[in-house]
């Protein structure tokens, strides 16, 4: 719906390939983060070891994937790569910053993404509500984590 306003109907089409490369665009921010941690440490190596994995990770998914589903093959390998740099990455970065993940709810969470990628993509009937439904249940999940973080926003000011 919003891809028929921002954009020209040449490019319509291309709102199908979005859902995947959200996705690819939530575990780039985080490996950029935890990427970060590399650099206060000055281990500029780690961080090259870690984005070979991924760009090769990222090179073998492309030619399984991008055959068999064209251009969201190459959306999901580009997001499966990142989530394999993260997963390198969110080890390693241990030794240097203690960080505590829940990966229950980091798997829980990206699954979800994937469930609301799927309806997205595949148009299931009336998808706008199973979409609806997923985000009030994401918000459900992470509920303490957002008060918290909105009242840490309202206390600055």
Known sequence: MI???????AFYASWQYIPFLVMATVFTCIVNFLGSIYMVEKKSMLSLATTTVGALTNIVLNFLFIPRFGVNGAAFATFISY?????????????????????????????LLLIQS????????????????????MILLNAKELLMSLQKIWVRK
């Open 3 to 9: 891809t028929k306003l921002l954009v020209s109907e």
């Open 118 to 137: 799927l309806v997205m993509i595949f148009e299931f009937p009336n998808w706008i509500f199973i979409e609806i439904g997923l985000t009030v249940l």
């Open 83 to 111: 989530f394999v740099v993260f997963l390198f990455r969110a080890v390693d970065t241990r030794r240097f910053v203690r960080m505590h993940y829940s990966g229950l709810r980091l798997a829980v969470n990206t699954v």
